[in-house]
């Protein structure tokens, strides 16, 4: 044995071979085109008023989960997932290929504990009508609570649920940290690819944003919208995030797997990167992503970004500073169109970023306060922008295959 | 010297640092101690009334308190303590400078009920719904559940603290979490990303709530007295797991590294591979393939046959259907020499730490190793007749051990398993 000897003689290309999204926008690429290219968002400022969400548009879940008993298994955020995937897949063209998915990695960014609503007001109530024995909370959770809905608030119960509906079982790991797993589960899933610890993976994650339950955690920091739905550039003065709901899957697989197998590509995954920002003063995200911009690779002038940003403040204002250092990059915010989708936006970016590649046109403007430039030449480099709404940064380069 | 690549010509992945809290005590030496004087460290649940709950008893980390307690802020501590242990005994780095990333195993996170208590009281009324609540939780006075209650708030802290690099990274499959986080650390070294990866597992999530959603579903066991008693892995009487609390932290290096800096070597990763069984949300396929598909890669990643290993720590849980599905993977797999290789569990002094168990298991499998001492299944009374393995019974046993297969196989279909050596092949 000789110590030059490499278990992984170059970087391998990695494409993106296929897209599914199931949002507030509608089901599918192409429902989700249109309505980017109409400048249609769908808010709900109603429901959970004076909280705004961005409403999951239905689907027919049969179409992609036959069996009502596996719908049962799950809650909202495990169907939207479990919908989501079985699209990509879909569009991957590997649905039902019982060699691939027995051999797919899949590397998922969730969250999870949907709780019981009734069941827990239920019992806060009679803690405060005076109900404070011993073992009152047990009492009630052991008479109360549905066996069934623990393992619909698991966080890996999503990858399960993506293994036994749709057959994806060579490995599968669940990363959890709101918005940055979202940027983990691609950076780790494109490294193994790179690397030949693997050939194709599923990633993605899935969010359901009309939770009051979530609502409430947010509500702690005073992340939330409220009130009235305005564009992500234009909250300075009324900072917030609306939740959205949806799920967004992709899969990647090495150039040369897609080519044996003769899949089209979107676009190829050429780099992902991350880190932990400090986040102990000012201007110390704005220069976390200055550093993670030095690493995507040679960027060319005129190309795309397409950010997750909140809308929560400071960290929306640091993003946009970096931004505007890179004016000749037309930008997009998925937070404006899709609301704040937490785990899911930073998979969303991707998906739309390969979508705006495939279709050799990055979707128009919509901002009336101006940081959203028209694009007029097909896009052939997009930089998907991550940043956290408490923690985390992360950004991807996505290019057209030439 | 052995070369600084495995077979396969990949950097070898070494052991430099371990620390471990489980029931049993803080650090190595205690953990050791009793693990191989047969103690068990579960008993009856103090930390919260236990009125109404079929399952009384767990292994709960008791001589460890945070203020205000909640259990993610007890899996905090727990990660900090056994973090601690390992850094120190590396010596890689200086204080809060780690060179490499954190991969963490962490249960998934919720407002919990103490909390969620305390919201309601804030509201003031009699009948309580959401819509209370969220008027009551913005303008500042909850701040600190936000932070609390997120599911990065641990790996944030402990990159913070122990400065390690890059994006920290909170993982979760389940049973299978620990072996997870070994497994990333492996593959990020191997891939030459990094000299050297903090790979961190625990779980602090004895909590009413916990134990109602796996009482709920069947798994643990109700044999409460004695609580000492209740682990019964591989016995005909087995009837459940029992919760645990516990962290583990492993330090990996690449070979090359840990040479170069003179650092004591304490064992390799040889091996690591999982499959996902898509049979059921809580059970194994009945024919066993995803667990002998988990195995077979774990051998074939490792480059070794079933008869290089000379111990499997196993999975164990003492629930009726895994340690039957166990045997019949390993039989599988072994064929013969499922009946000669002695198996052990751990689960069946410590419990089932749950997302921290794949990493306080291996670092057990380092010490049986170094010790050459495997420690003992206990409570095996009364041995189930369909269970053919060598179980290494009530006492601990002298053993001559160069490999040892440590199983994890978890709820979601997630199965990992990791081969861990004494020195480079």
């Keep these: 044995m000789t110590e030059t000897t490499t278990a992984t003689p170059g970087p391998t290309e990695v494409w993106i071979t296929g897209i599914g999204l199931a949002t507030s926008l509608g089901e599918g690429l192409d429902a989700n085109w249109d309505a980017l290219n109409q400048g249609r968002i769908n808010v709900d400022e109603k429901t959970f008023a004076p909280y705004i969400v961005h409403p999951f548009a239905r689907v027919s879940l049969d179409a992609q989960i036959p069996k009502k008993g596996d719908q049962r298994q799950m809650e909202a955020w495990q169907r939207i997932g479990t919908y989501a995937a079985g699209l990509a897949l879909d569009s991957a063209g590997v649905k039902g290929n019982k060699d691939i998915l027995g051999r797919m990695d899949m590397v998922i960014a969730a969250g999870g504990g949907e709780r019981d609503l009734a069941v827990d007001s239920a019992i806060l109530s009679a803690q405060a009508k005076g109900n404070s024995a011993p073992g009152f909370l047990n009492e009630r959770l052991m008479s109360d609570l549905r066996p069934t809905l623990f393992l619909a608030q698991l966080s890996n119960l999503l990858a399960g649920n993506i293994a036994i509906v749709h057959g994806v079982c060579g490995t599968s790991r669940t990363f959890m940290g709101e918005e940055v797993a979202g940027v983990d589960a691609a950076r780790i899933a494109l490294a193994r690819i790179a690397a030949g610890q693997s050939d194709i993976a599923l990633i993605g994650g899935s969010h359901n944003g009309e939770r009051k339950d979530l609502l409430v955690l947010y509500e702690f920091g005073d992340f939330n919208l409220k009130d009235k739905f305005t564009p992500v550039w234009s909250r300075q003065g009324h900072a917030g995030f609306a939740l959205g709901s949806a799920g967004a899957f992709l899969v990647i697989e090495s150039k040369e797997h897609a080519l044996a197998r003769g899949a089209k590509p979107f676009a190829r995954l050429s780099n992902v990167v991350a880190d932990l920002s400090a986040r102990n003063k000012p201007g110390d995200v704005t220069a976390t992503l200055e550093r993670l911009w030095a690493k995507l690779g040679p960027l060319a002038s005129g190309g795309a970004i397409i950010s997750g940003a909140t809308g929560a ?75 956290g709404h408490a923690q985390g940064e992360g950004m991807a380069l996505v290019e057209a295959i030439k | 010297m052995a070369p600084p690549r495995d077979k396969f010509g990949r950097p070898i992945v070494v052991v430099t640092g371990m620390g471990i809290v489980t029931s049993l005590g803080a650090g190595k030496a205690d953990n050791w101690t009793r693990l191989t004087a047969g103690e068990s460290g579960i008993r009856t649940i103090t930390r919260f009334p236990i009125d109404s709950l079929k399952t009384t008893m767990a292994g709960t980390v008791d001589f460890v308190s945070v203020e205000p307690f909640t259990s993610i802020g007890l899996t905090e501590r727990l990660a900090e303590l056994a973090t601690d242990e390992a850094l120190e005994q590396s010596g890689i780095g200086r204080k809060g400078d780690f060179p490499g990333p954190l991969f963490l195993a962490v249960a998934p996170v919720e407002v919990e009920w103490p909390q969620r208590m305390e919201l309601g009281r804030t509201v003031g009324k009699l009948d309580i719904d959401y819509d209370d609540l969220l008027r009551i939780s913005g303008g500042g006075k909850f701040s600190a559940y936000h932070h609390r209650f997120m599911f990065g708030s641990v790996a944030a802290h402990l990159a913070e603290s122990f400065g390690t690099k890059g994006s920290p990274i909170s993982l979760q499959t389940a049973c299978a979490s620990g072996a997870t986080a070994i497994q990333l650390g492996v593959e990020a070294i191997r891939r030459g990303e990094t000299d050297a990866a903090l790979c961190v597992a625990a779980d602090g999530t004895v909590n009413p709530e916990a134990v109602v959603r796996f009482s709920l579903l069947s798994a643990l066991s109700t044999q409460n007295n004695p609580p000492q008693a209740a682990s019964k892995p591989f016995s005909k009487n087995r009837d459940g797991f029992v919760m645990a609390e516990g962290a583990g932290t492993l330090v990996l290096e690449s070979y090359e590294a840990a040479v170069a800096r003179g650092a004591t070597i304490l064992g390799v990763v040889a091996g690591c591979g999982e499959l996902t069984d898509s049979f059921h949300r809580t059970r194994s396929s009945p024919d066993g393939k995803p667990i002998i598909g988990c195995v077979l890669k774990t051998l074939a990643d490792a480059g070794m046959t079933p008869e290089n290993i000379d111990h499997i720590n196993a999975h164990g849980t003492a629930t009726p259907e895994n340690d039957k599905m166990e045997y019949l993977g390993i039989s599988a797999v072994f064929g013969e020499r499922a009946k000669q290789v002695p198996v052990s569990s751990n689960k069946s002094m410590v419990g089932h730490t749950i997302s921290a168990a794949g990493a306080v298991e291996a670092i057990f499998s380092l010490l049986t190793l170094e010790h050459q001492r495997i420690p003992p299944t206990i409570n095996y009374e009364i041995p189930d007749p369909a269970i053919l393995f060598d179980v290494v019974g009530n006492k601990a046993r002298d053993a001559r051990v160069t490999a040892v297969m440590s199983n994890s196989f978890g709820f979601g279909g997630q199965n990992a398993s990791l081969i861990l050596t004494r020195e480079p092949a």
């Excluded at chain 1, 505007?324 to 998925?334: I, L, P, W």
């Excluded at chain 1, 970016?349 to 390969?354: R, T």
């Excluded at chain 1, 495939?358 to 998907?384: C, H, K, N, W, Y």
């Design chain 1, 313 to 387: 403040e400071p960290v929306t204002s640091e993003e946009r500073a970096f931004l505007q250092k890179h004016g000749d990059f037309a930008m997009r915010a998925t937070g404006t169109r899709f609301g704040h989708t937490m785990e899911t936006q930073f998979p969303l970016g991707l998906g739309l970023a390969a979508l705006s590649i495939a279709r050799g046109a990055l979707f128009p403007a919509d901002d009336p306060s101006g940081a959203e430039i028209a694009m007029t030449t097909p896009p052939s480099q997009i930089v998907v922008v991550g940043v």
